[in-house]
């Protein structure tokens, strides 16, 4: 199984309009986000900068799926956007269930976090 196929036998592709909210901060985590066409930004509410938003593409979520705390962060779309949703219920599963497919993933999640990362940091003001 290829990293696409992984991908697609747990995730959903999902469509968003422009300034769609797709979670808010300190809502509990139900997924982890990946921004494939358009663009969304994340805005922080509990720094002093309360206005700073960094938009772009990527992978949004990540952390708090994992380890199952609160969005630290709202994501919403700058544009018109398609995304790639992984349930948080299929990626705990797949973890728990399938070591090989696991570890797969988590080097796809791992490695397109990073891309997104730095992608965003290097648009940041």
């Given at each position: 199984v290829d990293d696409a196929e992984m991908l697609a036998k747990i995730s959903t592709q999902v469509e968003?309009?422009?300034?769609?909210l797709i979670f808010r901060a300190n809502e509990e985590p139900a997924a982890v986000?990946?921004?494939l066409h358009g663009r969304a930004c994340i805005s922080f509410p509990d720094r002093e900068d309360v206005g700073t938003k960094i938009c772009g593409r990527g992978?949004?979520?990540?952390?708090?799926t994992i380890a199952g705390i609160p969005y630290q962060e709202?994501?919403?779309t700058d544009s018109y956007?398609?995304?790639?949703?992984?349930?948080?219920e299929s990626l705990i599963e797949l973890l728990e269930n399938e070591h090989d497919a696991?570890?797969?993933?988590?080097?796809?999640?791992?490695r397109n976090?990073?891309?997104?990362?730095?992608?965003?940091?290097?648009k940041r003001p």
């Open positions: 968003f309009p422009p300034n769609h986000w990946m921004v992978i949004f979520g990540l952390t708090e709202s994501l919403f956007c398609t995304c790639t949703r992984v349930d948080r696991s570890w797969t993933l988590l080097r796809v999640l791992s976090y990073l891309k997104s990362v730095r992608n965003l940091a290097s």
